[in-house]
DNA sequence: TAAAATATGTACCTATCGGTACAGATCGAG
DNA sequence: CTCGATCTGTACCGATAGGTACATATTTTA
């Protein structure tokens, strides 16, 4: 019986992968671990709470990484303008230009919406409000600010969709692309 | 044992609903027979192919309301200009601002999307060519029109999201406001 | 090196999954 | 009224679901 060199956050991005590909329903234990490589034993050691832990995890380590990655440089970054264009090229590779779906969003769309509606709302409400504070600190008013973010972050929630369900990856880029002219535009 | 009135047509709301409100997995014969009333025989006579076929009837019943109620209009109504604010009004009673998940969204952001390829893919399509064509016959370019039709089908979806996450139907109806102040805004 | 804490695999549990079989019930056509 | 076609409820099927129990390994600590 070898003991498995992994930490608990080493197995967080398999983990999500596997909902990611399949949601919450279709992400059997079975499927976990294989997509893992860690037993029963293993996963209810980690994660007590079994698969809904498992999930909180990822929201949270998700969270995590687009609050360090995006978030924090939009609301406190030396160059607001800088972290807008960051953000976009950030999104297009995390989202593999529409290839790969954003947990967070499929989980709104299904009935894990209930389950984890704390962290869903954080999530997009995070990321409204960081863009909002860049495009204020570019001089635009509150409201507006606040308009424009959500545009933004909508835009890229249906361009992942309609990336998806055309089978386009194309479609994707263009529609960020758009995203990004119209909100650098009046800047 | 008495004998139900329902058509096979009638069950189908009730089926798109428990669709929408599960998912396709979380969609379980007993919650179907729950919600429709309708025992295993009936659904099987019904429906030979089982759950998969109830899908694919459910979404091709969708396809059928929105080719009715939006694509026609767009393409071949007399007045183009009144179709798209047709269209907009009729999607935010469809989707109930963003209360209501569109069925082929989630299926796209789902392990769905490969079993349902095709249909997911003509009912965007479609909505996009119809949009484009209304959009062209005001006098936009043929390239302007497809680009503009994307972002506002595009917006759609991502306001359902955005409104589910956030639990706030607001947000839907402000970026459906946004979207077709913007596509009517040049015209 | 002994003991305590941390991992891990396996066997097993009950509940439910989608689907099938089929006997009855109900119906319309003649 | 009869007969064949159309419905519908129930019992049942094997497979799999998430989860628990626990003995066995491995590390860490003292």
């Not at 293993?42 to 990484?65: C, N, R």
């Not at 709302?121 to 959500?150: C, P, S």
Request: hydrophobic share 55%; proline share 2%.
């Amino acid at each position: 019986m070898a003991k498995q060199v992994s930490e608990r956050a080493d197995v967080l991005p398999l983990l999500g992968e596997v909902f990611r590909e399949h949601g919450y329903e279709g992400a059997s234990l079975a499927r976990i671990t294989a997509a893992t490589g860690l037993g029963k034993g293993s996963l209810y050691h980690f994660f007590p709470g079994g698969k809904e832990e498992m999930a909180a995890a990822v929201l949270a380590e998700i969270d995590g990484w687009f609050e360090r990655e995006i978030y924090a440089p939009l609301r406190d970054g030396a160059d607001p303008a800088a972290a807008i264009d960051h953000m976009f090229a950030a999104c297009d590779a995390y989202f593999r230009s529409g290839r790969r779906v954003c947990l967070v969003g499929a989980f709104a769309l299904a009935d894990t919406r209930d389950r984890f509606a704390v962290a869903l709302r954080d999530y997009f409400a995070a990321w409204v409000a960081a863009l909002a504070a860049a495009l204020q600190r570019l001089g635009r008013t509150e409201i507006d600010a606040h308009a424009a973010a959500e545009a933004v972050v909508g835009a890229v929630q249906g361009a992942i969709v309609l990336a998806r369900a055309l089978g386009d990856t194309a479609v994707f880029t263009r529609l960020l692309g758009e995203a990004r002219a119209a909100v650098t535009a009046l800047v």
